[in-house]
């Protein structure tokens, strides 16, 4: 190794020391070992752009570790991103750039916010998709504008996670070429040594996945790591793992190789030892000018490798107009303009019982016929979920450019793949699943919250109206339980019109996910008191039917509650009471009202209220009051037709009326 | 193979294929291709007792394919278990004792509640843990009272799902022989055939995590599938996967191999063909006599097995007699009398702030030496949840006796084996990880509620006081996400007696499971207006605090909140207003309380009432009422030292304070 290169490379070592021994907080043992590495990567591979990191056809770089963010952030600071030195000093203060775990900010270089293991891993998969989506779509003969790698660095604790394997075996089947994960093979994890739980031959796995298996290499001798990463970058076929055996903590004389170079500063003294053992002389956060002209090297290849592509972009414009058109309009993350033009038609044709699913089916289809960049699928599950786009190809070696993905029976991997592509841009990706599996992907969809993503979410067979599955297959508290993420906007329709309602809202939503949530069984179409208008979905909530002039009791219901809500109302009336039935499909969307509409639609001074939704009611209050019901489903469900379910667990038309009429005082 | 094997694998078939016509519902092909592997084992295989299912050291079986139901049933029906036709013919239906997935049933043969896919197999890992760890402590030289098998059936759904991959990875560093995993490779899933998205070499893929693989084998093939049965059992140092390529729906004449034999009936038509081309003459739910004779010879054998094993126990039990005893008691699930005499005494020790998490430790590490039976341990995360019994070995090839188990950075599977631990008895598990990721292990926290397992689940670092770690490691909805799962107590403590009696009262809570929430920041100790009884935690809410005689305001707060709340409360006084705090440590204990209690504790005329929790205020209302106000975390967290984040999410003495004011009207 040359000594420049070792300056370069303890450079990032001890920036990501002291931002760990200034905040008193953090993980300085994977950035020490994991220096030589990041360093090669970038210094001689990466393309990248710091000037314009927003650049469509950049390297993406993903650390799936995201726990060694002072080695992140220190790559972005000698790298000329916009990461000075101030925000270093300020790692894991509020309000800084440098959070403890990496929150995804492209403009700054951070691709996806990781930290919760695996996740990152599965990202780079979703963006090596879209990478090759792309590049089926928009590349002509002579002319790629999209040609890039997806880089991941994966610890020892993101081979552990399920949700890598997933993606691991996705990535193999998809043959997914330039996606290349460096595994850091440190043989520590935070309970000591891996020997304890972690046996397994991780190459050996990743081959059985179809991968193409790379090292182990040292991974504090650069020139194996270069010639394994000009060795990976060949591979095309394949997606490639190169395991990296490490040091964690490395420099340290103490704790090198040690857990305890995991989670918590060195301390004052240790790091003393470390400058020294390094032969370090500078004070904290410096980067020493000859480190800084090097560095300066890759940055520069990086500009002259983006003004090439401009170029080579401009070729394209000139000779594709209207394709670079599209191109732009998809990186950008717009809608072509008109593209709900055909959505309000589609309810014409609907004269019988349908299942939201199914309009959600039809919804989708009709949507892909003008925005080209909408693509995704089912966890295995595409004819019941009803999201095959059937105009479309299907995704994999045969037919890049396909926009139905068979994500296979992996829920947590869809969702954090999801994530990825949508991450990368130029693909509008959606996922589906029956609701109850959104157990096996919390993780993702919160992460993709977290990150402001246009992900949308289908999650169909809502409630025990799955029926003869039975309570292993009926959710029960995922409807709260998706209104409890933050920033996520859930929908529930209650029948056609409204799901394609709630399509267009999640459509409009491009940065920030939606999650539409919709039924196995047929619901009757809804006979309305007023004039609807789909839009009316996107105010949360609205008065779908009511009887007098003045209501006496209010029924809120949700998706397919609602149908019973208003046959209650009906029978109400009979019953001489005037009810108002308000349909309320998003929680979220109804609290964004401004105040006056809130209280049109529920007026404070009618404090008789019920609620009905066939999920937990936990939460309900809220819009009832102390002095509502709140009728749903606190119990597991059962196997039975769905009806029976219905029945036995009380949500019937009767009992609705029933306590109507108490609540009433009759 | 002769022809009344032929006849029993049929008559498992047709059962299979009767159900699921009568019920108009169900997935008949994974039956019918799997029947002659599951008539093999059965048969000539499976150490059972249908007369006493409950045996201890039967063989475990887990059908992780839970969709095929009908298949298990009809192998209860033919070898004895107390599952009659009329049950069979019931399939599907309300009340039946044949719900559309297993249920668990142990006295009907029923192990484990399968169906989520994944989490069956990785029951099956923790129940063969469950045999290595009784084994250990309960077996002497020439008296081996525990001594089984645990098989597990599962299809490409199991083995795709990143569970699975979890559990096989644990399995393999702990080198669990005698699991045994038949997979059944039928290369069709949901979407069509596995190729589309499932080419990796599953063999390969368990060959690298440490796992013996077998075959392919002929699944149609009996002799191959026996000779494969027979070599798996000999293997005890290693797991075993044996793979069977079996025929999606074998015999159906146009389903056979094809999706649309998966999850819906053949229909009349294609059973009548079924029927025909396997020459089955018998009308519905018939089992020929010669079968039943047939069947016969393995109850019989299983009988004989019984009775052996009973007469090796007395054996036992007259040479080791306080250890039988012991093992009676951990096997019944009972806990030995006087348990919990030093739990009080541990609080004398504690006069400075403490983290719960800590006390948790503590509280752990002394029941640990009265319940020898009480094992687990964390996802990778010991040192931080305080969960390691200190005086206890560890769980692995080298000590099969030891206590704690390295679940590995795997916490989903970690969730499911501590089912299957439970599941198989004699063991009281315990998890821990953050917080944050009870999102990774949703599925099992959810089955343990649903199958009443005792386990009891830690979480910590449960809320934005985690601090620098930032949004991806703060929970905001978790908490509340936990109180939305139907069985499930979850406990809050606030301090460390509250800790102590969280602690009592999940370990009193056999058969059904507790969360503890626990904080990863210190806690000062509270100062209570009365006298504590740490019992008073087991009422879900008391009065911790109160100024004046009646009190004017109400707060109430969990966990590190309530030290907020009485701070506030003392303000509070100063400026003239009597607060009452009351510390709520478990919502779902206080709602079980009779009236007069609850309304003794929140007196439905103070309107006036705040809660406090660093969650998700959703819910809250419920306590609240509709005057009340809910502070809370609305939003994701920030990096920050906990203080900071504290403050500047408005999670202040003040501001408690002011709303108290406002709300009052001052």
Redesign the interface.
């Known amino acids: 190794m040359k000594n420049i290169e070792k300056i370069c490379i303890n450079t990032l070592r001890f920036l990501s020391i002291d931002m760990v021994e200034k905040?008193k907080?953090?993980h300085p043992g994977a950035p020490m070992g994991m220096a030589p590495v990041a360093y090669t990567l970038w210094q001689k591979h990466l393309r990248y752009d710091s000037s314009n990191p927003g650049w469509p056809d950049r390297d993406r770089f993903v650390l799936s570790a995201?726990h060694a963010s002072a080695l992140l952030y220190a790559l972005l600071h000698v790298y000329g991103y916009n990461m000075p030195v101030e925000e270093l000093k300020k790692f894991?203060?509020?309000?800084?750039k440098t959070?403890?775990?990496p929150?995804r900010d492209v403009e700054s270089g951070i691709e996806t916010?990781?930290?919760?293991?695996g996740q990152g891993f599965a990202n780079a998969v979703g963006m090596a998709l879209a990478e090759k989506w792309l590049a089926g779509h928009y590349n002509q003969p002579g002319h790629e504008i999209i040609n890039h790698y997806t880089w991941v660095l994966a610890s020892?604790?993101d081979m552990?996670?399920?949700?890598?394997?997933?993606a691991a075996?996705?990535a193999?089947?998809?043959a997914l070429g330039k996606l290349i994960c460096i595994y850091d093979d440190n043989e520590i994890?935070?309970?000591g040594s891996t020997d304890?739980?972690?046996?397994?031959?991780?190459?050996?796995?990743f081959?059985?996945?179809?991968w193409r298996v790379i090292g182990p290499v040292d991974g504090n001798d650069i020139e194996q790591i270069d010639t394994a990463l000009n060795t990976a970058k060949q591979e095309k076929d394949r997606p490639v793992i190169i395991i990296c055996k490490t040091c964690i903590g490395y420099g340290s004389p103490n704790k090198c190789g040690k857990?305890s170079a995991h989670?918590e500063p060195l301390g004052a003294d240790e790091a003393e030892l470390t400058r020294n053992n390094l032969n370090w002389g500078y004070p904290p956060f410096v980067v020493p000018g000859e480190a800084a002209s090097h560095f300066k090297k890759s940055t520069d290849r990086g500009k002259q490798a983006y003004s090439a592509w401009c170029k080579k972009y401009e070729q394209y414009k000139a000779v594709f107009p209207e394709e670079a058109d599209q191109f732009d309009l998809a990186l950008e993350g717009r809608l072509p303009g008109g593209w709900d033009q055909g959505m309000g038609s589609l309810l014409e044709g609907i004269t019988k019982p349908v299942a939201t699913r199914e309009v959600s089916g039809v919804v989708l289809n009709e949507i892909a016929k003008n925005i080209r960049n909408l693509a995704g699928g089912?966890a295995?599950?595409?004819?019941?979920t009803k999201t095959i786009l059937t105009e479309k190809g299907?995704f994999?070696p045969q037919d890049y450019a396909g926009n139905n993905i068979?994500?296979?029976?992996?829920e947590?991997?869809m969702g954090a793949v999801a994530n990825g592509i949508s991450l990368h841009g130029g693909i509008i990706p959606y996922t589906a699943t029956f609701l109850?599996?959104y157990?096996?992907m919390?993780?993702p969809v919160?992460?993709a919250?977290?990150m402001g993503l246009g992900v949308v979410f289908l999650f169909t067979h809502d409630s025990i109206g799955l029926?003869?599955?039975?309570?292993?297959?009926q959710p029960?508290?995922q409807i709260?339980?998706l209104?409890?993420?933050?920033?996520l906007v859930t929908l529930r329709p209650a029948d056609a019109a409204e799901t394609v309602g709630a399509w267009k809202i999640a459509m409009n939503r491009r940065h920030s996910p939606t999650a539409i949530v919709l039924t196995r069984q047929k619901l009757p179409l809804i006979e309305r008191s007023g004039q609807f208008d789909i839009d009316l979905v996107a105010r949360g909530a609205y008065i779908v039917r009511e009887w007098g002039l003045k209501p006496e009791i209010i029924i809120i219901a949700t998706g397919s509650e609602v149908q019973l809500a208003i046959s209650a109302g009906i029978n109400l009336k009979e019953k001489g009471v005037n009810a108002r039935v308000v349909s309320m499909p998003s929680w979220e969307l109804f609290d964004e009202q401004e105040k006056s509409y809130r209280q049109m639609i529920l007026p404070p001074e009618v404090k008789a209220r019920i609620s009905v939704e066939a999920g937990?009611t936990?939460?309900w209050?809220?819009y009832i009051?102390?002095d509502g019901l709140a009728i749903g489903v606190?119990?597991?469900g059962?196997?039975?037709?769905w009806q029976?379910?219905y029945g036995?667990l009380g949500l019937t038309v009767e009992r609705i009326v029933d306590e109507a009429l108490r609540l009433f005082g009759r």
């Open positions: 905040a907080s953090g995201g894991r203060q509020l309000g800084s959070p403890g775990h929150e916010t990781t930290g919760p293991l020892d604790g552990m996670e399920g949700v890598s394997s997933e075996s996705l193999g089947a998809l994890s935070i309970e304890k739980t972690f046996t397994e031959d991780v190459g050996a796995r081959s059985a996945y179809g857990a989670g089912s295995d599950l595409a004819p019941s299907h994999g068979h994500f296979g029976v992996r947590h991997s109850i599996f157990d096996y919390r993780p919160r992460l919250a977290m029926g003869e599955d039975g309570p292993t297959h029960v508290e709260m339980g209104r409890l993420v933050p920033g937990r936990t939460g209050q809220r009051g102390e606190d119990r597991f059962v196997s039975a037709p029976m379910a036995y």
